[in-house]
């Protein structure tokens, strides 16, 4: 099974770009790598899922290189609105009864005026 | 449209009790999984069932068990309770798979 690990805090200001990496060793051929946001007292919130190389949205954009072990989510111009917790997913329910899902511990963006 | 809800929101047992959890998933959405957050643990996959079937399950012990029903509805029970369930137990719904689920606001579960 994969295992994630992201940093446990970043802090930030507003108008900046974040970035945060993810290493995934031995992240399987099936697995996407998907981005959640989470709001205390809420459940997380889909922000972005990819496969390789670089996907966007409107709200950010995921960057993973050719060997898939990593991968990093970048926010643009951050607000403190954006102040929350950032798990990494790696993983994909393919039928099987050996799948599973990991996420990584999080990483607590902080972002200041 | 409506999003996915979780019944109740907060709940306390007693150990030794067991607990059902409940979760609507938003319409059409036939995946459902359960996920359980502790400070200590993070975000750790309990198990996902796709047209009642359960079809993954993640490192939890049997005590720990769901099912779903036609209508995609999910309930989550866990049986004799220990303190260390204490948790808040997530649900999401997707349309086919996980991996761009929509989760619910979660039950607060405290065992006493």
């Known amino acids: 099974l994969a295992k994630t690990t992201q940093p446990i805090s970043m802090d930030s200001y507003e108008g900046q770009e974040v970035n945060i990496t993810c290493s995934h060793n031995?992240?399987?051929?099936?697995?996407?790598i998907t981005w959640y946001q989470q709001f205390p007292s809420q459940g997380p919130r889909f922000i972005i899922q990819?496969?390789?190389t670089k996907v966007t949205n409107e709200v950010a954009s995921l960057f993973i290189p050719a060997d898939r072990k990593s991968s990093t989510l970048s926010l643009p111009r951050v607000s403190l609105s954006d102040t929350a917790v950032y798990y990494c997913?790696?993983?994909?329910?393919?039928?099987?009864?050996?799948?599973?899902?990991?996420f990584g511990k999080g990483t607590k963006l902080s972002v200041k005026p | 449209k409506a999003g996915v809800t979780q019944t109740p929101r907060y709940l306390i047992k007693t150990r030794g009790q067991q607990v059902t959890l409940s979760c609507s998933p938003i319409?059409?959405?036939?995946?459902v999984s359960w996920y359980q957050q502790t400070p200590g643990q993070g975000l750790q996959f309990l198990f996902e069932?796709?047209?009642?079937?359960?079809?993954n399950k993640g490192n939890f012990p049997g005590r720990f068990s769901g099912r779903q029903f036609s209508n995609s509805r999910s309930e989550m029970n866990v049986s004799t309770l220990e303190l260390g369930d204490s948790a808040l137990y997530l649900c999401?719904?997707?349309?086919?798979?996980?991996?761009?689920?929509?989760f619910g606001q979660g039950t607060r579960l405290t065992v006493v």
């Open positions: 999401a719904s997707s349309l086919t798979g996980i991996t761009e689920a929509f």
């Open positions: 031995n992240i399987a051929t099936n697995d996407y």
């Open positions: 990819g496969y390789k």
């Open positions: 997913l790696v993983g994909i329910f393919t039928g099987g009864s050996q799948g599973n899902l990991i």
């Open positions: 319409s059409g959405h036939r995946s």
């Open positions: 069932y796709f047209s009642e079937t359960q079809r």
